[in-house]
């Protein structure tokens, strides 16, 4: 992971610049931060989290997006690993609101930042739920809003099913979405 030092903080302008390299460009507080590609047991978890989201969203009218999709959250810009959120906030170049629910799958790379910083944006900025998956010990967290802060509300390790109902009810497996 590259992180530039704070002194040289950037804009959306200058993100937007950056030519396309195949590798994940965020903006979290005017600070760039570039990841690699994920591996392979984070998009077999990744898959398998969009296919059970976007079948349990149907009729809800809400949209489910993996990533790439930036999600701006005032001066920074972020690219969580799956969101939801209602399709007219959606434009062209991304999501310029807060989803209404945002998922990141811990990497070793990037796992500090997801429950650090990602975490106090999204709560900063009203993602009414935040999901954090890892997929080397398959487990999942489930944070909602609750007066403006966050509440763990579930979480499941292993081979343990919960039922969640926001954004809409879903049951979900850690072991079951870690296997793809």
Same mark, same amino acid.
């Given at each position: +992971? /590259?992180? +530039?030092?704070?002194?040289? !903080? ?5 993100? #937007? ?11 979290? #507080?005017?600070?760039?931060? +570039? ?7 984070? =998009?077999? +978890?990744?898959?398998?989290?969009? &296919?059970?989201?976007?079948?349990? $969203? =149907?009729?809800?009218? !809400?949209?489910? =997006?993996?990533?790439?999709? *930036?999600?701006?959250? @005032?001066? /920074? ?28 799958? &811990? $990497?070793? $790379?990037?796992?500090?930042? #997801? ?10 900025? @009203?993602? =009414?739920?935040?999901?954090?998956? #890892?997929?080397?010990?398959? /487990? ?6 609750? *007066? @403006? ?9 292993? *081979? ?8 809409f009810p879903v049951a979900l ?8």
């Amino acid at each position: +992971m /590259s992180v +530039m030092p704070v002194n040289n !903080l950037l804009t959306r302008d200058e993100l #937007d610049a950056l030519p396309d390299d195949g590798l994940r460009h965020e903006l979290i #507080d005017g600070v760039f931060v +570039m990841t690699p590609a994920p591996g392979v047991g984070h =998009q077999r +978890m990744s898959a398998a989290l969009y &296919r059970t989201l976007w079948t349990a $969203s =149907q009729n809800t009218g !809400l949209e489910v =997006q993996y990533a790439p999709v *930036d999600v701006v959250l @005032g001066a /920074s810009v972020v690219e969580p690993d799956i969101i939801v959120a209602w399709p007219e906030d959606f434009t062209e170049a991304g999501l310029p609101t807060a989803p209404v629910l945002a998922v990141e799958i &811990r $990497s070793p $790379s990037t796992g500090w930042i #997801d429950e650090g910083r990602k975490r106090t944006l999204y709560e900063e900025h @009203g993602v =009414q739920s935040y999901w954090l998956l #890892d997929p080397r010990a398959p /487990s999942i967290t489930v944070l909602e809003l609750v *007066d @403006g802060r966050y509440n763990e509300t579930a979480t499941a390790h292993g *081979d343990r099913t919960i039922e969640v109902i926001a954004p809409f009810p879903v049951a979900l497996n850690p072991a079951v979405l870690a296997r793809g």
